[in-house]
């Protein structure tokens, strides 16, 4: 989302600036500024920062929302939180993100899209608040961080998944089985975590099949078209729906330098299964009308 307005803002600043306005002479300046100080994806989180804004009352309010944490966690393990449906993006993150540092003390790092470390000031807000790179080699990385920044968090979806679920619940999985190999040489637990709502949270207007999907493959960035609350294109307040955030208890994992291809589809169809019975368990949560859709 701050990405999409990112770079929508971005030439409009400029534009601004070279015709002498002061206001977004000082932006572009704290961007020279922002490039300038080195920054490190997965090194970085601000704890002042992440206390500041944090957002859980406010989320909890707004969307009537639910949050169950079905396993516990200790210090001396690292967890992958695997995440699902991807929706406009990871909007509950922060929410699950607190209540497991309240508990456990354990801080989530989350993965995002590389190109947001290219975007001025959002890219340095970003890392204030835990963010990563998604690939395989600083994925684990940040799985072999110590307590307390022993979780990171992973939407296996990506890029592709925020064109799906615009009418129903549908994820991207059965190919994604990276979650397991890197478990798997890592030795991290595996979490499965659905959001149910994150779909309705924003009303986005292409499918699988659109030529924005199939682009945005190509560039490997988003362009995904949204609404907000009362129809408002473009918008970042979110639609008032009910959300439920469910983790399911950890999956040990044993930790192979080097699994084979039978052990990362044995780990994945392992991990399916249990991402599927806590969909199935916690469903009810949503209402009649919504597990009939």
């Given at each position: 989302l701050g990405a999409n307005f990112t770079v929508a803002i971005i030439p409009v600043v400029a534009y601004f600036a070279y015709q002498g306005a002061l206001l977004p002479r000082l932006l572009l300046l704290l961007s020279v500024f922002d490039y300038a100080i080195p920054l490190i994806p997965g090194k970085g989180f601000f704890r002042r920062w992440a206390e500041l804004t944090e957002m859980n009352a406010g989320i909890e309010s707004y969307f009537q929302s639910e949050l169950v944490i079905?396993?516990?966690?200790?210090?001396?393990?690292?967890?992958?939180?695997?995440?699902h449906p991807h929706g406009l993006f990871g909007i509950a993150t922060g929410y699950y993100g607190f209540e497991l540092y309240r508990r456990f003390g354990s801080?989530?790092?989350?993965?995002?899209?590389?190109?947001?470390?290219?975007?001025?000031?959002?890219?340095?807000?970003?890392?204030?608040?835990?963010?990563?790179?998604?690939?395989?080699?600083?994925?684990?990385?940040?799985?072999?961080?110590?307590?307390?920044?022993?979780?990171?968090?992973?939407?296996?979806?990506?890029?592709?998944?925020?064109?799906?679920?615009?009418?129903?619940?549908?994820?991207?999985?059965?190919k994604r089985k990276g979650l397991a190999k890197v478990a798997l040489q890592t030795g991290a637990c595996l979490i499965p975590n659905y959001v149910f709502g994150a779909n309705e949270i924003y009303s986005r207007w292409f499918g699988p099949a659109s030529a924005a999907a199939q682009l945005s493959s190509v560039l490997r960035t988003s362009l995904v078209g949204w609404s907000g609350r009362w129809g408002v294109p473009f918008s970042p307040i979110p639609n008032r729906v009910k959300m439920v955030v469910v983790l399911g208890a950890p999956l040990n994992v044993e930790q192979v330098e080097n699994p084979t291809p039978d052990q990362i589809d044995q780990l994945h169809r392992r991990y399916v299964e249990a991402l599927t019975a806590l969909f199935d368990r916690h469903k009810g949560r949503m209402g009649e009308e919504w597990v009939a859709r």
């Open positions: 079905e396993g516990e966690l200790r210090n001396d393990k690292n967890y992958l939180v695997v995440s801080i989530t790092l989350f993965t995002a899209a590389d190109v947001i470390l290219m975007l001025p000031l959002l890219r340095r807000i970003m890392v204030w608040w835990g963010m990563t790179k998604v690939g395989a080699t600083p994925l684990k990385r940040s799985l072999r961080q110590p307590f307390p920044f022993n979780v990171v968090q992973l939407q296996p979806g990506g890029i592709a998944e925020m064109f799906y679920g615009t009418d129903k619940e549908q994820i991207i999985l059965a």
